[in-house]
């Protein structure tokens, strides 16, 4: 069966350090992968989108990178600070036609503690 | 901030009412979405839409039902609320055309009790 997986545990970091944070996928072909974050009680924001031929995708401190051979997505955050704390979404999209829907993960949640 | 919105942000109700949860964006973007997500679990997508007057059911079996009469309206409606409609709503829109690579913009969400 096709599903996304994601880093069930929460993760707990200590400020200014590095969180990597992974989306596993089985019995997709995504076109591409999006992430998310969501803080609580609220709905999710759209933070980063990589292509399946695109390896690697930066934007400020946050880094995505997409190894469709491993089928998995690595989020990473430099220099995290406590405002990172929250859930982050991994999302897939199985193709790129308009009739293509966004599968999300389940989330794991970031904790940065100062 | 995205311009999509959701009213109302939280609803208690009683069994057996109906009721509509209101969702409406001003970006002109032809897809929109339902999603249904518990505390600390993923999101479910129940209904979705390409335009007007084009709605699917989505991969979550759900009792509720949509209509897009409008481009920027999107209402979800239970007729007949239960207990186990207990959950949080979320609306998101996104753009039509896959050159503009399908992020989407979510509302608040609705927060939903039936007691």
């Known amino acids: 069966s096709q599903k996304i997986e994601q880093n069930s545990e929460a993760l707990n970091i200590q400020e200014g350090k590095t969180a990597t944070l992974t989306c596993n996928y089985t019995?997709?072909?995504?076109?591409?992968l999006q992430w998310y974050r969501q803080d609580p009680g609220r709905g999710p924001v759209f933070l980063l989108l990589i292509r399946e031929n695109e390896k690697e995708k930066r934007k400020e401190r946050l880094k995505v990178t997409f190894d469709t051979t491993l089928k998995q997505s690595l989020f990473h955050i430099t220099a995290s600070q406590p405002a990172d704390s929250a859930t982050y979404l991994c999302a897939l999209a199985p193709g790129y036609s308009s009739a293509s829907k966004i599968i999300f993960g389940s989330g794991t949640r970031l904790s940065i503690r100062p | 901030e995205a311009d999509i919105y959701q009213t109302p942000r939280y609803l208690v109700i009683g069994t057996g009412k109906k009721i509509t949860l209101e969702c409406s964006q001003t970006?002109?973007?032809?897809?929109m979405y339902w999603y249904q997500q518990d505390p600390g679990m993923e999101l479910h997508l129940i209904h979705y839409?390409?335009?007007?007057?084009?709605?699917e059911k989505g991969d979550l079996s759900s009792e509720s039902t949509v209509s897009r009469i409008r481009t920027e309206h999107f209402p979800l409606t239970l007729e007949s609320a239960r207990p186990s409609h207990t959950s949080q709503y979320l609306c998101?829109?996104?753009?039509?055309?896959?050159?503009?690579?399908?992020?989407?913009?979510f509302g608040p969400g609705t927060r939903l009790t039936v007691l």
């Open positions: 839409s390409y335009g007007v007057n084009s709605t």
């Open positions: 998101a829109s996104s753009y039509q055309t896959s050159g503009r690579a399908g992020e989407q913009f």
């Open positions: 970006m002109g973007h032809d897809k």
């Open positions: 019995n997709y072909s995504p076109a591409y």
